[in-house]
């Protein structure tokens, strides 16, 4: 479950992506469309998504928009490479909130987060980028200006479908 950025941001990181890809020879984070996730990937029998559904329309309508703020690059050592998203009172709520709807609707866990703590990004670059071109990346992107501003109008499920993640359906928020 993600936050997927409105045109012309999503053009632009994918072709951050591209760039990634091109540049540093990885191209794992295309196999993704670029999006900000609150909740980790999991496990659900596709005849339950009707469920998911109910549960996420529930919740979205409960939260209206927000800006969205991002501004320059992060990098987790040694492979990852991502679009900072500045951490807001509102994105906050709403991830742990989702968290814990999740937990009490469907029984969906995320202990990834329990562990690390929220650290909103958007990735273009990740598992298959070598370590020594992490560091070229590093130093590429770390000068790079880069700020954009954009309203979270809905929330998006996404689904593997053994070879990428795509949109599965979108839940707006309240406008």
């Not at 992490?134 to 309203?151: C, D, G, I, P």
């Not at 479908?161 to 839940?171: P, V």
């Given at each position: 479950?993600?936050?997927?950025?409105?045109?012309?941001?999503?053009?632009?990181?994918?072709?951050?992506?591209?760039?990634?890809?091109?540049?540093?020879?990885?191209?794992?984070?295309?196999?993704?469309?670029?999006?900000?996730?609150?909740?980790?990937?999991?496990?659900?029998?596709?005849?339950?998504?009707?469920?998911?559904?109910?549960?996420?329309?529930?919740?979205?309508?409960?939260?209206?928009?927000?800006?969205?703020?991002?501004?320059?690059?992060?990098?987790?050592?040694?492979?990852?490479?991502?679009?900072?998203?500045?951490?807001?009172?509102?994105?906050?709520?709403?991830?742990?909130?989702?968290?814990?709807?999740?937990?009490?609707?469907?029984?969906?866990?995320?202990?990834?987060?329990?562990?690390?703590?929220?650290?909103?990004?958007?990735?273009?670059?990740?598992?298959?980028?070598?370590?020594?071109?992490?560091?070229?990346?590093?130093?590429?992107?770390?000068?790079?200006?880069?700020?954009?501003?954009?309203?979270?109008?809905?929330?998006?499920?996404?689904?593997?479908?053994e070879k990428f993640w795509e949109i599965l359906k979108t839940f707006p928020f309240q406008i």
């Amino acid at each position: 479950m993600a936050l997927i950025p409105p045109e012309p941001y999503f053009t632009e990181a994918l072709a951050l992506k591209q760039e990634v890809r091109n540049r540093f020879n990885s191209k794992a984070a295309l196999r993704s469309p670029p999006h900000i996730t609150l909740q980790m990937p999991f496990r659900f029998k596709e005849k339950k998504e009707t469920k998911i559904f109910e549960v996420l329309s529930s919740f979205t309508s409960h939260f209206r928009s927000s800006e969205l703020i991002q501004e320059g690059f992060g990098f987790f050592e040694p492979r990852v490479v991502f679009i900072n998203v500045e951490k807001s009172a509102e994105l906050e709520h709403m991830q742990k909130a989702l968290l814990r709807h999740l937990r009490k609707t469907l029984n969906i866990e995320s202990s990834d987060y329990k562990n690390r703590g929220f650290h909103p990004h958007m990735t273009i670059a990740f598992r298959d980028l070598k370590k020594e071109a992490f560091y070229e990346a590093r130093e590429y992107y770390a000068s790079k200006v880069l700020n954009w501003s954009w309203m979270t109008t809905e929330l998006a499920l996404l689904k593997h479908n053994e070879k990428f993640w795509e949109i599965l359906k979108t839940f707006p928020f309240q406008i």
